[in-house]
Protein backbone atom coordinates (compact mmCIF):
# COMPACT_ATOMS: atom_id res chain seq x y z
CA UNK A 1 0.00 0.00 0.00
CA UNK A 2 1.18 3.52 -1.36
CA UNK A 3 1.89 5.84 1.75
CA UNK A 4 -0.54 8.35 0.00
CA UNK A 5 -2.70 7.55 -2.79
CA UNK A 6 -4.72 9.74 -5.05
CA UNK A 7 -6.54 9.14 -8.47
CA UNK A 8 -4.74 9.99 -11.19
CA UNK A 9 -7.71 11.27 -13.17
CA UNK A 10 -8.36 12.79 -15.40
CA UNK A 11 -11.34 14.57 -13.88
CA UNK A 12 -13.33 16.72 -16.14
CA UNK A 13 -15.44 19.06 -14.80
CA UNK A 14 -17.76 22.10 -16.18
CA UNK A 15 -16.70 25.53 -15.75
CA UNK A 16 -18.66 26.64 -12.11
CA UNK A 17 -19.12 22.87 -11.07
CA UNK A 18 -17.85 21.59 -7.84
CA UNK A 19 -14.53 20.01 -8.37
CA UNK A 20 -13.91 17.05 -5.55
CA UNK A 21 -10.70 15.93 -5.01
CA UNK A 22 -9.12 12.74 -2.98
CA UNK A 23 -6.57 11.39 -1.10
CA UNK A 24 -5.90 8.55 1.73
CA UNK A 25 -2.79 8.00 3.71
CA UNK A 26 -1.53 5.01 5.46
CA UNK A 27 0.02 6.57 8.59
CA UNK A 28 -2.90 6.83 11.68
CA UNK A 29 -0.10 9.15 13.51
CA UNK A 30 -0.04 11.57 10.38
CA UNK A 31 -0.86 15.41 11.75
CA UNK A 32 -0.83 17.72 9.08
CA UNK A 33 -1.78 17.48 5.68
CA UNK A 34 -1.08 19.76 2.45
CA UNK A 35 -2.96 20.61 -0.66
CA UNK A 36 -0.43 21.74 -3.85
CA UNK A 37 -1.01 22.92 -6.95
CA UNK A 38 1.16 22.08 -10.25
CA UNK A 39 0.62 23.46 -13.59
CA UNK A 40 2.24 21.27 -16.80
CA UNK A 41 5.93 22.70 -17.03
CA UNK A 42 6.03 24.23 -13.07
CA UNK A 43 6.61 23.55 -9.63
CA UNK A 44 4.42 22.53 -6.83
CA UNK A 45 2.96 25.84 -5.53
CA UNK A 46 1.00 25.55 -1.76
CA UNK A 47 -2.19 26.30 -1.73
CA UNK A 48 -4.02 24.38 1.37
CA UNK A 49 -2.90 23.10 4.81
CA UNK A 50 -5.14 21.50 7.32
CA UNK A 51 -4.25 19.75 11.09
CA UNK A 52 -7.90 19.03 12.89
CA UNK A 53 -10.55 17.43 12.02
CA UNK A 54 -13.15 19.11 9.67
CA UNK A 55 -13.53 21.53 7.15
CA UNK A 56 -11.17 24.37 6.68
CA UNK A 57 -12.20 27.00 4.31
CA UNK A 58 -10.21 29.75 1.92
CA UNK A 59 -12.11 31.28 -0.76
CA UNK A 60 -13.14 28.71 -3.62
CA UNK A 61 -10.95 26.09 -1.80
CA UNK A 62 -12.31 23.99 1.07
CA UNK A 63 -10.21 21.50 2.46
CA UNK A 64 -12.44 17.95 4.71
CA UNK A 65 -10.08 15.93 6.98
CA UNK A 66 -11.30 12.91 8.75
CA UNK A 67 -7.92 11.34 10.47
CA UNK A 68 -11.07 8.38 11.31
CA UNK A 69 -11.12 7.36 7.84
CA UNK A 70 -7.48 8.60 7.08
CA UNK A 71 -8.69 10.31 4.00
CA UNK A 72 -8.19 14.33 2.99
CA UNK A 73 -9.97 15.73 0.14
CA UNK A 74 -10.25 19.05 -1.59
CA UNK A 75 -13.19 20.89 -3.09
CA UNK A 76 -12.72 23.83 -5.85
CA UNK A 77 -15.97 25.45 -5.97
CA UNK A 78 -17.04 27.58 -8.95
CA UNK A 79 -14.32 25.60 -11.18
CA UNK A 80 -12.67 28.17 -13.61
CA UNK A 81 -10.04 27.02 -16.84
CA UNK A 82 -7.67 28.26 -14.72
CA UNK A 83 -7.79 26.12 -12.43
CA UNK A 84 -6.52 22.77 -14.45
CA UNK A 85 -3.62 21.61 -13.42
CA UNK A 86 -2.38 18.59 -11.37
CA UNK A 87 -3.47 18.88 -7.76
CA UNK A 88 -1.01 16.81 -5.13
CA UNK A 89 -1.95 15.98 -1.80
CA UNK A 90 0.81 15.55 0.54
CA UNK A 91 1.17 14.41 3.74
CA UNK A 92 3.62 14.97 6.96
CA UNK A 93 5.29 11.78 8.23
CA UNK A 94 7.41 11.19 10.89
CA UNK A 95 7.74 14.93 11.54
CA UNK A 96 10.37 15.43 8.80
CA UNK A 97 9.74 15.44 5.67
CA UNK A 98 5.69 15.36 3.28
CA UNK A 99 5.51 12.74 1.26
CA UNK A 100 3.64 13.03 -2.01
CA UNK A 101 0.63 10.96 -3.88
CA UNK A 102 1.07 10.92 -7.29
CA UNK A 103 -1.77 13.40 -8.16
CA UNK A 104 -4.78 13.76 -10.06
CA UNK A 105 -5.11 16.18 -13.06
CA UNK A 106 -7.73 18.31 -13.32
CA UNK A 107 -9.63 19.61 -16.50
CA UNK A 108 -12.52 22.53 -15.83
CA UNK A 109 -13.88 22.67 -19.65
CA UNK A 110 -15.05 26.02 -20.40
CA UNK B 1 12.54 36.93 -0.38
CA UNK B 2 13.04 36.09 -4.02
CA UNK B 3 12.02 32.68 -3.57
CA UNK B 4 13.75 29.27 -3.90
CA UNK B 5 16.42 29.35 -6.36
CA UNK B 6 17.65 26.25 -8.72
CA UNK B 7 20.66 26.19 -11.25
CA UNK B 8 20.48 24.58 -14.14
CA UNK B 9 17.19 25.20 -15.48
CA UNK B 10 17.89 22.08 -17.82
CA UNK B 11 21.00 19.50 -18.02
CA UNK B 12 21.39 17.10 -20.50
CA UNK B 13 24.32 14.97 -20.07
CA UNK B 14 25.45 11.50 -21.64
CA UNK B 15 25.20 8.32 -19.60
CA UNK B 16 28.29 7.80 -17.30
CA UNK B 17 28.74 11.79 -16.64
CA UNK B 18 28.48 13.24 -13.47
CA UNK B 19 26.45 16.27 -12.39
CA UNK B 20 25.42 18.76 -9.82
CA UNK B 21 22.83 20.88 -9.36
CA UNK B 22 22.34 23.60 -7.00
CA UNK B 23 19.78 25.27 -4.68
CA UNK B 24 19.53 28.56 -2.78
CA UNK B 25 16.55 28.22 -0.06
CA UNK B 26 14.59 31.02 0.75
CA UNK B 27 16.82 32.89 2.68
CA UNK B 28 15.65 33.13 6.58
CA UNK B 29 14.49 28.92 5.70
CA UNK B 30 16.97 26.46 7.41
CA UNK B 31 14.91 23.32 6.03
CA UNK B 32 16.01 22.36 2.56
CA UNK B 33 14.92 19.46 0.68
CA UNK B 34 15.26 17.49 -2.53
CA UNK B 35 12.57 15.71 -4.45
CA UNK B 36 12.39 14.31 -7.84
CA UNK B 37 9.62 13.96 -10.35
CA UNK B 38 8.88 11.73 -13.19
CA UNK B 39 6.27 12.45 -15.93
CA UNK B 40 2.77 11.34 -14.24
CA UNK B 41 4.13 11.36 -10.83
CA UNK B 42 3.96 13.08 -7.59
CA UNK B 43 7.23 14.39 -6.69
CA UNK B 44 9.63 11.86 -4.69
CA UNK B 45 11.27 12.36 -1.55
CA UNK B 46 14.94 12.26 -1.77
CA UNK B 47 16.89 13.58 1.38
CA UNK B 48 16.30 17.10 3.33
CA UNK B 49 19.00 19.19 5.98
CA UNK B 50 18.06 21.10 9.06
CA UNK B 51 20.61 24.08 8.73
CA UNK B 52 23.87 22.28 7.60
CA UNK B 53 22.99 18.77 8.78
CA UNK B 54 21.66 16.09 6.88
CA UNK B 55 18.39 14.37 8.80
CA UNK B 56 17.00 11.90 6.29
CA UNK B 57 17.90 10.20 3.10
CA UNK B 58 15.59 8.13 1.08
CA UNK B 59 16.39 4.13 1.31
CA UNK B 60 15.74 4.25 -2.21
CA UNK B 61 18.47 6.78 -2.84
CA UNK B 62 21.50 5.25 -4.70
CA UNK B 63 25.04 5.79 -3.52
CA UNK B 64 25.52 7.63 -6.62
CA UNK B 65 23.82 10.10 -5.02
CA UNK B 66 24.86 12.65 -2.68
CA UNK B 67 23.82 16.05 -1.23
CA UNK B 68 25.91 18.46 0.62
CA UNK B 69 24.73 21.88 2.73
CA UNK B 70 28.01 22.95 3.72
CA UNK B 71 27.48 26.25 5.82
CA UNK B 72 23.60 25.75 5.80
CA UNK B 73 22.63 27.67 3.26
CA UNK B 74 22.37 27.22 -0.44
CA UNK B 75 22.59 23.19 -1.34
CA UNK B 76 24.09 20.63 -4.01
CA UNK B 77 22.94 17.55 -5.26
CA UNK B 78 25.25 15.29 -6.81
CA UNK B 79 24.55 12.50 -9.18
CA UNK B 80 27.79 10.30 -10.08
CA UNK B 81 27.88 7.91 -13.38
CA UNK B 82 24.46 8.93 -15.02
CA UNK B 83 21.81 5.77 -16.07
CA UNK B 84 18.85 7.01 -18.01
CA UNK B 85 16.80 5.85 -15.20
CA UNK B 86 17.83 9.04 -13.93
CA UNK B 87 16.19 11.43 -15.66
CA UNK B 88 13.66 13.20 -13.87
CA UNK B 89 13.12 16.73 -12.78
CA UNK B 90 14.91 17.47 -10.05
CA UNK B 91 13.22 19.89 -7.36
CA UNK B 92 14.48 21.68 -4.55
CA UNK B 93 12.19 22.96 -1.65
CA UNK B 94 12.45 25.07 1.81
CA UNK B 95 10.88 26.09 4.94
CA UNK B 96 10.67 28.44 7.83
CA UNK B 97 12.31 27.99 11.05
CA UNK B 98 9.14 29.13 12.73
CA UNK B 99 7.76 25.52 14.19
CA UNK B 100 4.54 26.11 13.01
CA UNK B 101 5.43 26.46 9.92
CA UNK B 102 8.04 24.15 9.09
CA UNK B 103 6.02 21.59 7.04
CA UNK B 104 4.45 24.14 4.48
CA UNK B 105 6.91 23.63 1.93
CA UNK B 106 8.37 26.05 -1.00
CA UNK B 107 9.45 24.81 -4.45
CA UNK B 108 12.11 26.09 -6.53
CA UNK B 109 11.51 26.17 -10.35
CA UNK B 110 13.53 22.68 -10.63
CA UNK B 111 15.81 21.14 -12.80
CA UNK B 112 15.24 18.91 -15.11
CA UNK B 113 17.73 16.37 -16.11
CA UNK B 114 18.12 14.61 -19.36
CA UNK B 115 20.03 11.50 -19.69
CA UNK B 116 21.65 10.55 -23.56
Known amino acids: QKEVEQNSGPLSVPEGAIASLNCTYS??????FFWYRQYSGKSPELIMFIYSNGDKEDGRFTAQLNKASQYVSLLIRDSQPSDSATYLCAVNIQGGKLIFGQGTELSVKP | DTGVSQNPRHKITKRGQNVTFRCDPI?????LYWYRQTLGQGPEFLTYFQNEAQLEKSRLLSDRFSAERPKGSFSTLEIQRTEQGDSAMYLC??????????????FGSGTQLSVL
Open chain 2, 27 to 31: SEHNR
Open chain 2, 93 to 106: ASSSNNRAANEKLF
Open chain 1, 27 to 32: DRGSQS
